[in-house]
């Protein structure tokens, strides 16, 4: 677990100098909150807990370091393959895993493979949790009421 505080800590410190008080905190509980239902649906489904929570934690890190939105994912997976590379604490394969479920994590209509599908899945579930909670966004709904149906909601 020393890599997921390193990679908590190395996130908290590229956070955006412009973002507001109030901006960071709730980016810093959204993307808290991805990493532990990261953990809990990897460990439920037989996916790599360790792997899933720093996947949560590096999910939104383009948006956390830019404080844009638009094509996070993607950019986002390259932010996050450079970070990864240069802390010299994961193997490539690791790497790609990560970087692949940061990747599609925006494509939540689509299905890909079951890593990916926890960092989705457990992006939705904080959405919902949320303060304020707010309604499940339209295209999250399927998704969401697959996973109460799974964890018994």
């Given at each position: 677990m020393e890599r997921i505080e390193k990679i908590r800590l190395c996130v908290a410190a590229r956070f955006?100098?412009?973002?507001?008080?109030?901006?960071?905190?709730?980016?810093?509980?959204?993307?808290l909150g991805v990493s532990q239902f990261c953990g809990l649906?990897?460990?439920?489904?037989?996916?790599?807990?360790?792997?899933?929570?720093?996947?949560?934690?590096?999910?939104d890190l383009y948006t956390c370091v830019t404080l844009e939105s638009k094509e996070h994912a993607a950019k986002g997976a390259l932010m996050a393959r450079e970070l990864l590379s240069d802390l010299q604490l994961f193997t490539q394969a690791e790497i790609d895993t990560i970087a692949t479920a940061i990747e599609h994590h925006s494509s939540k209509g689509?299905?890909?493979d079951a890593f990916d599908e926890v960092l989705k899945d457990a992006d939705v579930l904080q959405h919902s949790f949320q303060p304020p909670l707010f309604a499940v966004a339209d295209h999250e709904k399927e998704r969401y009421a697959s996973l109460k149906v799974e964890l018994g909601l």
């Open positions: 955006s100098d412009s973002m507001s008080p109030e901006v960071k905190c709730q980016m810093t509980e959204h993307i649906l990897a460990m439920k489904r037989g996916q790599p807990v360790e792997l899933a929570m720093i996947a949560g934690l590096l999910h689509a299905r890909h």
